[in-house]
Structures are given as structure tokens and as C-alpha cells.
């Protein structure tokens, strides 16, 4: 069973003379546990196809299944449910919640799922915030951190809930070489740990080369899509 399943996919923005087709007739399979990136230039429709994926937009045709469900065809309530329970999200700008502490940044998606006591969320979002190298951090806000410390804390938060599919949208574009190494670094390994499904977007060529999988798109189409060892 593929982890991510796209067949057909087309989206366009807009209608007549401004229609703009993001993306053209995509046909992707991710099986479970790869860690793919989606390269290509600013346009080509890396973020569109996230936002498919991740169910944040509908598709204008065709079909994205996530672990065999097609999230387009289920309710409202149950696509809430699904992205809260099955989906990771990690964005550029980190999208932390500025009032809240690293540890309540993390707690929050347990927080939502309500099925957690607050000992077994203590629980999770400790161990999380280890993994991630932020444990004596817990306590700040993140005002009070740098970009790739609050990059780790989205991380932690996209993790802590042990989804199926991780989705990062340029995840190092706001950070330093170094930073951004380090960020790419820690998901690979947390993927190869935790099997966790990765798709990423990005640039970046440091990103690229790390990746398993390059999967390029160019004006809403798959022009390349490599696999490497390792
Ligand atoms: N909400 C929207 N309304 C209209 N057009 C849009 C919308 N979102 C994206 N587009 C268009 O769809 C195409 C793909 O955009 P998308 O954001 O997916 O590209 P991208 O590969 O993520 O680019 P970047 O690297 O700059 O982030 C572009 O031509 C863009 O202008
Ligand atoms: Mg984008």
C-alpha cells in the first residue's frame, strides 16, 4: 500500500483567460517510510501539490489517496480529523504560537486529538523534545529562540503525534547552510528511525542531494523523479 497514492491530479487557480493550471495531470505513488523531496523552480507547483496532499485545497480533477483514503471524498468534520490524527505539517515560517511555551507549542496537536491524559502528553512531548535536542528549552517562548531551534520545535510538533505523513514546505528556506543541514539531518534521521513518511518541498541544493527521492516538477508536471541508495 502506497503511503501517498496521486492519480490524475490537476489543479487550476481561476477560471477563462486567467486560469493558471498549478498542476497537470500529476501521477505520483509514495510508499510508506521514503523521504522525497519535491524540487523545482519558484511556479512549478511544489506547494500546490503539498496543499493536495495535505488536503488544505481540493483537487479541480482527479484523485490524492492518503493510506487509501481519499481525504476530498469524506466530510468536513472527518477531514479535520483525519489531518489531525494521519498528517505532520512543518512550513517555512515555522508557524509557531507566539503566546505559548515550546513545550505548549508541542502539546498543543495532543492537546486536539483529546485522547491523551495530561501525563501521557507530558510523556510524549518530553521524549519528543529530547529526540529534537530542545529539552532544556521547554520553557521559552519562541520569541526567545533562533530559526532553526523553532524550526525543531515545529518539527517536534509535527512528530509528536506519530502521524503517517510528515509535509514540509521548504522547511531550511529561512534558515543559515549550517541551520538548515542540521534541520535535514534530524528529519532524515527521524524518518529512518520512526518510518515516517517525509515529503518535502525545496530549492535548496544541499536539500536536493540529501534526499532519496527527487521528484522535479516543472509548470504543474513530473519531469524527473529519481531514486538513490541510501
Ligand atoms: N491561490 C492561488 N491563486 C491563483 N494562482 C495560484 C494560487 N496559488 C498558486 N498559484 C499559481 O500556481 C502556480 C504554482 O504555484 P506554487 O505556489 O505551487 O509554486 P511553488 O513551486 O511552490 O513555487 P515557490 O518555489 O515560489 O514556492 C504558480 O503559477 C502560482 O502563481
Ligand atoms: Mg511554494
Known amino acids: 500500500m502506497a503511503a501517498v497514492l496521486i492519480q490524475d491530479l490537476t489543479k487550476e487557480y481561476g477560471t477563462g483567460l486567467v486560469a493558471v493550471k498549478a498542476l497537470d495531470n500529476i501521477n505520483l505513488a509514495v510508499e510508506k517510510g521514503e523521504f522525497t523531496v519535491l524540487a523545482g523552480p519558484s511556479g512549478s507547483g511544489k506547494t500546490t501539490l503539498l ?20 481525504i476530498a471524498k469524506i466530510d468536513n468534520r472527518r477531514q479535520a480529523d483525519f489531518r489531525r490524527e494521519r498528517l505532520g505539517f512543518i512550513f517555512q515560517s515555522y508557524n509557531l504560537i507566539p503566546v505559548l511555551t515550546v513545550f505548549e507549542n508541542v502539546e498543543f ?17 518530553h521524549r519528543i523534545l529530547a529526540e529534537v535536542g530542545l529539552e532544556s528549552l521547554a520553557h521559552r517562548r519562541p520569541g526567545e529562540l533562533s530559526g532553526g531551534q523553532q524550526q525543531r520545535v515545529a518539527i517536534a510538533r509535527a512528530l509528536v503525534k506519530e502521524p503517517a505523513v510528515v509535509l514540509a514546505d521548504e522547511p531550511t528556506a529561512n534558515l543559515d547552510s549550517v541551520n538548515g543541514e542540521a534541520i535535514l539531518d534530524l528529519m532524515k534521521e527521524l524518518n529512518q528511525r520512526k518510518k515516517i513518511t517525509f515529503i518535502f ?15 522535479r516538477l516543472k509548470d504543474g508536471r513530473i519531469e524527473g523523479d529519481e531514486k538513490r541508495a541510501g
Open 201 to 215: 518541498s525545496s530549492h535548496d541544493r544541499m536539500v536536493i542531494e540529501r534526499a532519496r527521492r527527487v521528484v
Open 51 to 70: 496543499n493536495m496532499i495535505g488536503s488544505l485545497d481540493t483537487p479541480t480533477s482527479g484523485q490524492v489517496l492518503v493510506h487509501e483514503i481519499d
Open 109 to 125: 496537536p495532543l492537546t486536539l486529538l483529546k485522547r491523551f491524559s495530561k501525563d501521557e502528553r507530558d510523556e510524549k512531548v
